[in-house]
């Protein structure tokens, strides 16, 4: 029924020509200071003078697109535009309304306005030029991802793959650090979904290391082990921990069962080529005044050791963590 609605009324628009006034008419009324009937709206409509109560309600409008366009994008968060080597665009595409789309060009010229051919819908793309080619880093991996999904030719998130897992080149310490240059408080990075993300990855490394015991160090090398069980059967196995975990009480070590049981743990040595992290750093807490890292550590925006976002930033990392995570918690609950 409300398709048929929708329909009636675009229909009726379209042919008594109201489509483009109405649009503009219900923007004014939103972002009017006043409220607005009917016979005072069509008293104003005809004034467009820049002070008029029309044009000054689509500026409110348009002026509040563009805070969101620069609140909404995470590069596009900086108070300050982007230095003259990067080059950005913001294509905005609406319905054909005769004021507004002036407007919002007017207010930044950086935004491309386009008349869209639906009446109901606006559409924000971001384009960034010239970004640096350090950027790139990774991108073999997420290639791999692409093309190994389950229907080639497709996006990832039409593959059901969860795209915000990919390391953003726009990393975590960039956004504190532009968030310090704005004078904004640093606990703003709470907000952003990647400090979630990377919280998360944290607490998965640091289990892994003290409690399940999937990481260990081997000289100055991390090894994080990739553990699999295709032929396992969990339902069979699980009967069998139970009673040999009631039957050895404390002094039961369930890693050597699994690999007794046919469990396979698989060493992934965790490289930092071509990067100088610490892996041993696992807290600043441990960081005596007088280590030659603690000065070097005091300057990271964010403060949490480079392990941690070093294994954040490969999504092959990612997924060994969250499914080894999932595995143990599974084991431990028996």
């Known amino acids: 029924m409300v398709n048929e609605v929708r329909q009636l009324m675009d229909d009726c628009l379209t042919q008594n020509g109201m489509g483009v006034d109405l649009t503009e008419k219900i923007i004014v009324a939103a972002y009017s200071p006043t409220v607005l009937t009917s016979n005072s709206m069509n008293a104003i409509w005809t004034n467009n003078a820049s002070n008029s109560p029309k044009i000054q309600a689509l500026s409110a409008a348009a002026n509040n697109i563009i805070q969101l366009l620069v609140d909404g994008s995470e590069m596009g968060r900086l108070t300050t535009r982007f230095p003259d080597e990067f080059d950005f665009r913001c294509i905005i595409s609406i319905p054909q309304t005769s004021q507004f789309t002036g407007i919002l060009n007017n207010l930044y010229n950086r935004i491309i306005s386009l008349v869209s051919t639906s009446q109901d819908t606006i559409s924000i793309v971001d384009i960034y030029h010239n970004l640096p080619l350090y950027m790139l ?162 300057e990271i925006p964010v403060p949490i050791p480079e392990l941690y976002k070093w294994m954040r930033s490969r999504v092959k990392y990612m997924d060994i963590l969250e499914r080894n995570t999932k595995l143990f918690e599974e084991l431990y609950e028996v």
């Open 137 to 298: 880093d990774g991108m073999a991996e997420m290639h791999d991802i692409y093309v190994n999904s389950h229907v080639a030719g497709l996006h990832m998130d039409e593959n059901n793959w969860d795209w915000r897992r990919c390391p953003n080149p726009y990393t975590i310490d960039s956004v504190a650090l532009d968030l310090m240059k704005a004078g904004k408080p640093v606990q703003h990075i709470e907000q952003y979904e990647d400090y979630q993300i990377l919280l998360n990855v944290k607490k998965q490394t640091e289990d892994g290391m003290h409690k399940y015991h999937f990481i260990e160090y081997q000289g100055h090398d991390m090894i994080l082990y990739d553990i699999y069980s295709d032929r396992v059967d969990m339902k069979v196995f699980k009967e069998k921990l139970r009673e040999e975990a009631k039957e050895q009480g404390k002094t039961f070590e369930l890693i050597p069962f699994m690999k007794n049981n046919g469990f396979v743990f698989r060493p992934e040595i965790i490289s930092t080529f071509p990067t100088d992290i610490d892996l041993t750093l696992t807290s600043f807490d441990s960081i005596d005044m007088n280590d030659p890292r603690y000065s070097v550590y005091q």
